[in-house]
């Protein structure tokens, strides 16, 4: 399991649970685009 499932599991939890405002939500973890473009492709 990464890192990302926790962090994501945990913003739905608080109800943020639409596409931006998971990924905005995702910046106070840590992650930016471009670490989430890396993830995505590899």
């Known amino acids: 399991?990464?890192?990302l499932q926790?962090?994501?599991l945990t913003l739905l939890q608080?109800?943020?649970d639409h596409g931006y405002n998971l990924?905005?939500?995702l910046e106070?973890?840590?992650f930016?685009?471009?670490n989430l473009d890396r993830?995505?492709?590899g």
Do not use: A, K
């Open 1 to 3: 399991m990464s890192f």
């Open 6 to 8: 926790p962090c994501l």
């Open 14 to 16: 608080r109800g943020e």
């Open 23 to 25: 990924l905005s939500g």
């Open 28 to 30: 106070e973890f840590g």
């Open 32 to 34: 930016n685009q471009d």
């Open 39 to 41: 993830i995505q492709s």
